[in-house]
């Protein structure tokens, strides 16, 4: 066994337990470190969608459909709403997911990859071929059949398996085309939202979307007023959300529209964030001075903590907090229990129907084949016309492995599936384009982005 020298000591994880932690920190070290990796959230959507499959094949399959249609009240007898599980985790818990896509997208827009033109052009453009090419693919396949009414599917890129996988990979795929998959990925939530909107509304209820339009009135109210607490836009958000349920719209839209009126801005800028926060420390070295062995009892050593917490809270941007505390949420519990809702598929005696049916070809091909075409075919445009350069240390099969990524459909797909088709054989039979396309999209990703070797300076 050799010992790690001085030098290689300095390079270890900072995480890293050790004995003077306590217990408690030393057993969850582990699962914090996991928790932080890139790849993380794809490993425990993956584990959920297979325990998903695994189940719902199993002898106690049946309780997999009756566990998602167990019927929910929430609220009182006679003034509340009543629905599925099933329906409270696409309807309810996507809406929290929605609602991070928003703040992602504001907050891409406003200081991220798509907040300059020049910066935003090229996933802006790949992202559209991403999404016009697989909706032609689908068309092509399903044109003449009831099935038509899927072309939404295979238009969407499931972030979490793509930056994954991404990640995965280490350092064989540039950081700028990390970055240019989740500014791609960003765009293609917002085609996805619109999508979504425009297309799968079945009715419209006037009377529940004024209403529905006066609550957005009053949130962007707040948000011009500079009120910075979450509570109110959330108690607003809540009847936002009971409008578009009501409305026809998918009620999830209200998680982006709620998303977009929360303050971005913050109230000391980093000049006064930095003096006020060595004044307070220098209350607190004054307090230790005076008396070092009271430090976590009187109230002059508190007091300095105290301030510099509140300092700390008026330097940040209270959408870049709320998109901080609901990532762990989304990525660990939201998304892995939609998967297990939605990805229990049944592989019954029907198989070979549903190999050949037309839409569900039209969704395979359209993530395998549409995807990946797409993006290359828009982003070579994009650099020819010069409107757009190529990642810094990509190249074009950089490119064509990050399209093939952005065919894995997965949470985005099923979500749309579930819309396009309702209930019934001809969801089932989505699915299973939608987990074929998106594992082979996935693997054919993985082929092209490994065998390229790490480029050096």
């Not at 307070?280 to 230790?288: G, I, K, P």
Request: charged content about 15%; proline content about 4%.
């Amino acid at each position: 066994m050799t010992v790690p020298q001085s030098s290689e000591l300095s390079t270890l994880d900072s995480d890293t337990p050790t004995s003077n932690e306590p217990l408690v920190e030393r057993v969850l070290a582990p699962f914090q470190k996991f928790a932080h990796a890139e790849a993380a959230g794809g490993i425990v959507l993956l584990f959920n969608a297979v325990l998903a499959l695994i189940w719902a094949n199993s002898t106690w399959g049946d309780s997999y459909h009756h566990l998602w249609d167990l019927p929910v009240t929430i609220g009182t007898p006679g003034f509340g709403l009543t629905e599925s599980l099933h329906h409270w985790i696409n309807d309810g818990l996507m809406a929290v997911f929605f609602f991070v896509v928003g703040l992602e997208i504001k907050r891409e827009v406003l200081v991220g990859e798509l907040a300059s033109v020049r910066q935003a052009a090229l996933p802006l453009i790949a992202a559209l071929g991403g999404m016009v090419v697989p909706a032609l693919v689908f068309v092509l396949f399903a044109a003449g059949t009831p099935d038509i009414r899927g072309w939404g599917v295979p238009m969407a890129t499931d972030i979490a398996f793509a930056l994954g996988i991404a990640a995965m990979l280490g350092s064989r795929v540039p950081t700028s085309l990390k970055i240019f998959l989740a500014a791609l990925a960003i765009v293609d939530d917002i085609g996805a939202v619109l999508v979504i909107a425009l297309f799968y509304t079945a009715s419209i209820q006037a009377t529940a979307l004024l209403i529905a339009a006066g609550v957005m009135a009053l949130l962007i109210g707040l948000n011009v007023a500079g009120v910075r607490s979450t509570l109110p836009y959330f108690l607003l958000g809540a009847i936002l959300w009971v409008a578009f349920l009501k409305s026809g719209v998918h009620a999830t839209i209200a998680g982006v529209l709620l998303a977009l009126t929360i303050p971005a801005s913050t109230r000391i800028d980093g000049e006064e964030f930095v003096e006020e926060a060595r004044s307070h420390l220098n209350d607190f070295d004054a307090a230790c001075e005076n008396d070092p062995e009271e430090f976590s009892t009187t109230q002059r050593h508190q007091e300095p903590i105290f301030a510099l917490e509140d300092t700390t809270r008026r330097a940040q941007s209270p959408l870049l907090r709320l998109e901080h505390k609901l990532h762990g949420v989304v990525a660990f519990f939201i998304m892995p229990i939609f998967a297990l809702a939605n990805a229990g598929v049944v592989f019954g005696g029907d198989m070979s129907a549903s190999l050949v049916d037309r839409a569900v070809l039209g969704i395979f091909f359209g993530l395998v084949v549409g995807k990946p075409l797409g993006i290359l075919l828009f982003s070579w445009v994009a650099v020819r016309l010069r409107i757009a350069d190529l990642p810094a240390g990509a190249d074009w099969r950089h490119v064509a492995g990050m399209g093939a990524l952005g065919g894995i459909g997965f949470t985005m797909a099923l979500f749309i599936a579930a819309l396009a088709f309702g209930e019934g054989a001809k969801l089932e039979a989505a699915k299973i384009g939608i987990l074929a396309g998106s594992l082979v999209a996935g693997l054919l990703g993985w082929l092209l982005l490994m065998r390229k070797p790490v480029r050096r300076r």
